[in-house]
């Protein structure tokens, strides 16, 4: 396929996309799905989340310009098996706060049901989309754009997109976690903080 014919298809897409988008709004429906809470897995790879974040960062800049949203975690890893769940990183100017805990509360994003929620000075929001026949889960994190752990939760991702080595063991850790019967979500998360920290110092390194 030609670079001319690639890119024409891609703008058709993205204007149907948009189109839908209008079409929606005006329905007053929620654009965002219910998430809903499923024990811990290790799938391998979608390349098809790549394409969810990029359709959920568009409807949030289309409402708030001044909101930066980038894709993280596992999806956002070529290669790199996971739970699925898709997860986004907002990141929002000083005094931005409420603007974009509103703008997802307007796309129905919901707040966390599970115990130990984040925190409302720095929330995750919860979400589904459905996308090529797929019903995609969805995490944003809303953290502030100068605060220490976007810059953390960046140069994790990168890594692992560089280190082939690391992303190996990453998957290893994972599927020995829940070899070991850890099926909870919020547990599993937990688990995996031991690995991820010790990227992260041997990144700072």
């Known amino acids: 396929m030609s670079n001319l014919l ?13 189109h839908l988008w209008f079409l929606m709004l005006e329905s007053k429906k929620p654009l965002i799905g219910v998430y809903e809470e499923l024990d811990a897995a290790c799938h391998e790879y979608d390349p098809r989340a790549a ?17 930066i949203v980038e894709h993280i975690g596992s999806t956002a890893v070529p290669g790199l098996a996971g739970k699925g769940v898709v997860d986004l990183m907002l990141l929002y100017p000083p005094g931005h706060l ?9 796309l129905g994003f919901q707040r966390q049901s599970t115990r ?4 409302e000075s720095r929330p995750m929001r919860l979400g589904a989309l459905r ?14 754009a100068d605060d220490d752990e976007a810059a953390e939760l960046r140069r994790f991702r990168d890594r692992l997109r560089e280190d082939a080595a690391m992303r190996a ?29 010790a990227a992260l110092d041997s990144i700072s390194e």
Do not use: M
Not at 6 to 18: A, C, E, G, Q
Not at 116 to 119: A, G, I, L, Q, S
């Open 6 to 18: 690639r890119n024409h298809l891609y703008t058709s897409i993205l204007i149907i996309d948009v």
């Open 169 to 197: 063991a990453y998957i290893e850790r994972k599927r020995a976690i829940l070899e070991s019967g850890i099926t909870d979500s919020v547990e599993y998360s937990y688990a995996k903080g031991e690995f991820v920290q």
């Open 51 to 67: 394409q969810v974040a990029a359709q959920v960062a568009e409807l949030i800049c289309a409402l708030r310009p001044e909101l």
């Open 131 to 144: 996308f090529d026949g797929k019903t995609f889960r969805l995490h944003v994190h809303v953290i502030a």
């Open 98 to 106: 409420e603007s974009a805990k509103a703008v997802l509360d307007q």
């Open 116 to 119: 130990d929620p984040f925190p």
